[in-house]
């Protein structure tokens, strides 16, 4: 050991580390690269031969589902509900992030932990009077009875986040703002927000991922199938197609492909948003 160099010897100590960390990737993409190769072959093969290569390679599985409009239907349904839950869960979060964290008021503390006790609320135990209440309001098969309730869910923890940040500011930028006009909102759009740029990529990560794998909740409020999102649209797929269970791999492979690509495209803002936090914290 005393012949290494220190580069030398400090691979030699992390490669346990670099054994660990491909050993959990392939596990994570053995399962993704079994169900594209599945959706290449016939419900036949994958019977005689579920882990050999396609003998022919099926393409048809995948090119019926892209030429039906269905799919197509249920992907902007999905991308649209996931872009009004976001703006609408941020936005409502942004502002009363900056209020309990830069206003100083009698109860701010109690009203904080009221917001935070929603992280303690599972979903599920509220779906019989959210139907009720969606139903009265004439919500149902209406995106807004999903951007709505899914919202208000993702609020406490995109609260929590920012107001995390924006205690971070320093007093002192608040300051010398207001000595230049700046009134307390302009100093929010015009200052605060762009400095907490990373905790804002951060939480609309988090609110897109969490918006477009819900199921429970469209598949309540969408009785007909022309708002259906992508993950209930899995499902009524698996449940048409139970006996082609090639073209219903082939299905769950184009469902995952956005959100994949989204992951691949947000992956540095939402780690950089997270390091940042820590490294605040």
Known sequence: MSGLTFTARRRLRSAPLYVIVWAIGVVMVTPLL??????????????DNAFGPPSPWVVSNYTDILA??????MLASSTLIAIGTTLLTVGAAALAAFALARFAFRGRELLFTLFTAGLMF??????????????????????????????????????????????EIPAEVEEAA???????????WRILLPMARPALGTVCVLAVVGSW????????????????????????????????????????????????????????QLIGGITMGATKG
């Open 178 to 188: 207001t000595l230049d006009g700046c009134s307390p909102f302009g100093f929010f």
């Open 122 to 167: 599972p979903f599920a135990v509220a779906i019989l009077p959210l139907f009720i209440l969606l139903r009265t309001f004439g919500l149902l098969d209406n995106p807004w009875g999903v951007i709505l309730p899914q919202a208000a869910f993702g609020l406490p923890m995109t609260l929590v986040v920012l107001r995390g940040f924006f205690r």
């Open 34 to 47: 079994y169900a594209v190769v599945s959706g290449f072959k016939t419900t036949d093969q994958l019977s």
């Open 68 to 73: 039906s409009g269905s799919f197509w239907r």
């Open 213 to 268: 794998n819900n199921f429970l909740l469209p598949l309540l409020v969408f009785s007909e199938p022309g708002w259906w999102t992508i993950p209930v649209g899995v499902q009524q797929f698996q449940g048409q197609y139970a006996a082609d269970i090639a073209r219903v791999f082939a299905y769950l492979v184009l469902a995952m492909i956005p959100a994949l690509g989204f992951y691949a495209v947000a992956e540095r």
